[in-house]
């Protein structure tokens, strides 16, 4: 359920951890973790170098201080994947455990990192420089960071559907099911069309329909419709701005029509039957001929 905003947000949430120390780990269940006696054996003593994100994933840049014996002393990365319910919050050792705590990072300033995750569908992992160039290397292009022009290529490359290409994090990393339905509605354009028949206004339209809902959900820190908070435990204020999300039945915020709800590539999408036609409209005769220009060149 984390996307890109979620993560930004507990990403912004850690930031302030950077320079602190890592004193000891505590793990509970530990099948969604690789490895978990190499955290247990690497992340004590580390200071915690920098806090980043790539798509939907959190990278935390550990340097060792005192090396472990057989660790290199290099640098290395913690990668955490949030999955569906994973949470990262920070709280004081007093605090009362929440239920489904998995991992707790004391860190040098008596605080705890807790990961809770109900399902844990989430991952968690270390990564050397070398390991990560790998992890990150087939990950698409940043929403917020794609020009129009790579953004049309990308996408009228493919036959596939535009809601499935949009949670393609091969084609743009970050986006889930939320900001996808979100973003389509705000560009009028139907989940089921198909990437290569959408015309260049109609992607100039969706690329900045992605920007303008990427920046405004990482503005209200994310959408809280089921487990998400923040790194402090806070839900986040972008849930009170869905115009089609889980909004199956009600009246559509710009023509009254009643939300609908189709399965797209295994997902749950929800779109204005009305505002969101499923063939495209043609406007009239100059803008097909401009999008045939376009891409011909
Ligand atoms: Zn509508």
């Not at 084609?171 to 889930?176: A, D, E, K, P, W």
Request: proline share 6%.
């Amino acid at each position: 359920m984390p996307e890109l905003a979620e993560v930004e947000t507990v990403a912004r949430g850690l930031r302030p951890l950077e320079g602190r120390r890592i004193v000891s780990v505590w793990f509970g269940k530990t099948d969604f973790i690789a490895e978990p006696q190499r955290l247990a054996a690497l992340l004590p003593g580390t200071c915690l170098a920098s806090v980043n994100r790539r798509g939907k994933l959190l990278l935390l840049e550990l340097q060792p201080q005192a090396p472990a014996v057989g660790a290199s002393g290099e640098t290395f990365w913690l990668l955490i994947h949030l999955g569906m319910t994973g949470q990262l919050v920070l709280r004081d050792p007093s605090q009362p455990l929440a239920p489904h705590t998995h991992v707790r990072f004391a860190l040098d300033d008596g605080r705890e990192l807790r990961y809770v995750d109900v399902r844990r569908f989430g991952r968690m992992r270390i990564a050397t420089v070398e390991e990560l160039a790998e992890i990150v290397a087939p990950l698409g292009a940043d929403p917020l960071e794609v020009s129009e022009d790579e953004f049309r290529r990308r996408l009228s490359a493919s036959r596939a559907r535009v809601k499935s290409i949009l949670l393609d994090q091969g084609v743009l990393r970050g986006l889930g099911n939320i900001y996808a339905d979100e973003s389509l509605w705000w560009a009028q354009i139907h989940p089921l069309r198909r990437g290569a028949e959408l015309s260049a206004e109609e992607l100039g339209r969706l690329w900045r329909s992605i920007r303008n809902v990427a920046r405004e959900a990482i503005r209200l820190r994310g959408t809280s419709v089921s487990d998400y908070v923040d790194a402090n435990g806070q839900p986040g204020g972008y849930q009170k701005r869905l115009r089609v999300y889980r909004r199956t039945g009600r009246p559509c915020r710009r023509c009254w029509a009643p939300i609908e709800r189709i399965v797209v590539a295994g997902r749950g999408s929800h779109f204005c039957p009305q505002c969101q036609p499923a063939r495209r409209v043609r406007s009239n005769r100059r803008s097909s001929g401009g999008r045939k220009k376009r891409l011909g060149s």
